[in-house]
């Protein structure tokens, strides 16, 4: 007995899964997603547009420049901070510096400290943060 074709409706067994591809799609996104922003979270704070000519120094500048306030800067955190090299820890730290003594018109930031934030290995620091009075001295 043969059967027609008319009217057939294909077996929907459990082995078809029509969002099997959609989610297979998404997890790749997500795992992207937390590969760059991981990558990301590693680099080092970028200095904005100016703020590099802001010199941080460990001399006090002298009478003729003028106080603005004081700034503190850091790159890293509990989650990060780990997986950050030392080398980009210090640089986001002082270009974070930077680029707030820029945004208070500042020139130059006389650093006061360092603060490193460390778990039990000293290896392991989780990160770095600059301390500093900004002033505006004459070019």
Not at 7 to 17: N, V
Not at 51 to 67: H, Q, Y
Not at 83 to 95: I, P, V
Request: with cysteine; proline share 4%.
């Amino acid at each position: 007995m043969r059967s027609s074709r008319r009217g057939w409706t294909p077996s929907l067994g459990p082995s078809w899964q029509p969002f099997r591809r959609i989610e297979d799609i998404e997890l790749k996104v997500v795992y992207l997603f937390a590969v760059v922003l991981i990558v990301c979270a590693c680099s080092a704070i970028s200095v904005k547009p100016g703020a590099e000519r802001v010199r941080v120094t460990n001399t006090e500048p002298g009478r003729e420049c003028k106080f603005l306030g004081d700034v503190t800067g850091s790159q890293g955190n509990r989650f990060t901070g780990g997986y950050t090299s030392d080398a980009n820890l210090e640089t986001g730290a002082r270009n974070d510096l930077k680029n707030k003594a820029f945004d208070i018109g500042g020139n130059v930031v006389y650093l006061l400290f360092q603060r490193e934030s460390q778990t039990g290995d000293v290896r392991d620091r989780k990160n770095v943060t600059l301390s500093g009075n900004v002033y505006r001295c004459p070019d």
